[in-house]
């Protein structure tokens, strides 16, 4: 977990993002609503982080996908959690 924590603070540093947690709440939404409205470019400049071709764009598009069906799974379990421990 440590050398987990150690990247997340390189990548945050790298990026220019402050390690709070308002900082970090605003930098995800910004994120996702990338992710949302341009997948393609989204997907294509997160991989471009881990390959050793920025520009390759094999499977960029179904990164892409699976990433915005992953973030809708996770909206619709913390809201139907938030309601439930809410009702």
């Not at 402050?18 to 605003?26: G, M, S, Y």
């Not at 892409?64 to 973030?71: E, K, N, P, Q």
């Amino acid at each position: 977990m440590l050398a987990y924590g150690r990247l997340l603070e390189r990548k945050f540093s790298e990026r220019g993002i402050p390690a709070d947690t308002d900082a970090l709440a605003n930098s995800s939404i910004d994120d996702t609503q990338d992710l949302l409205q341009q997948p393609f470019a989204w997907a294509q400049r997160w991989l471009r982080e881990f390959r050793n071709d920025p520009n390759d764009n094999y499977m960029v598009a179904m990164f892409a996908d699976r990433c915005a069906r992953l973030f809708s799974a996770y909206k619709n379990a913390t809201q139907e959690t938030y309601e439930k421990i809410n009702a």
